[in-house]
């Protein structure tokens, strides 16, 4: 099989990749219509919501052993207003990655795991700016902090790929 296609167990077909990424467009708590209210702000990275909700988007990357390759969900963690201005001061600042790690809770449900991921404790750790953050799942049982901690093969990137491409 072409290492660029794979099977899906979905639908049966052969499709393009498996992709290495998936994202959420906002926490999930964000609504659409929240977007020309005053204190709410959603862009590529930050989400505030009423001036009172911080949220800042980053990275939980899964190591794939057998292709050297790094899985990555983009997700949204909620964070204290102290860490949140912080990450907003240093956003732009070189060395930022020298900055402590900010718990967070996440702030968006992943299909496809059980239980719910929505407010699994994280750690954010800044990098170099121009890369989103590293979003660190609290070591739990939590299939998802498991398959952080422990890696995955690529016949799991399929199977996350088959579930998510058909998804409505």
């Not at 930022?96 to 404790?121: M, V």
Request: glycine fraction near 8%.
């Amino acid at each position: 099989m072409n290492t660029d296609e794979f099977a899906c167990g979905t639908c049966g077909s052969t499709h393009s990749g498996p992709p290495l990424s998936f994202a959420a467009t906002a926490p999930d708590v964000w609504l659409p219509d929240m977007a020309d209210d005053e204190g709410c702000l959603l862009d590529s990275d930050l989400c505030v919501i009423s001036g009172e909700r911080f949220f800042i988007r980053g990275l939980i990357e899964l190591p794939v052993w057998d292709t050297g390759d790094v899985f990555a969900y983009s997700m949204w963690v909620s964070l204290s207003r102290p860490n949140f201005t912080r990450a907003v001061d240093v956003w732009e600042q070189p060395g930022r990655e020298t900055e402590p790690p900010y718990f967070g809770w996440l702030a968006n449900t992943i299909d496809g795991y059980e239980p719910t991921t929505l407010n699994l404790k994280t750690m954010v750790h800044t990098r170099p700016v121009g890369q989103p953050p590293y979003i660190e799942l609290e070591p739990t049982g939590h299939p998802l902090a498991i398959e952080q901690r422990a890696g995955i093969f690529r016949t799991r990137v399929e199977e996350i790929a088959s579930f998510h491409l058909h998804r409505p």
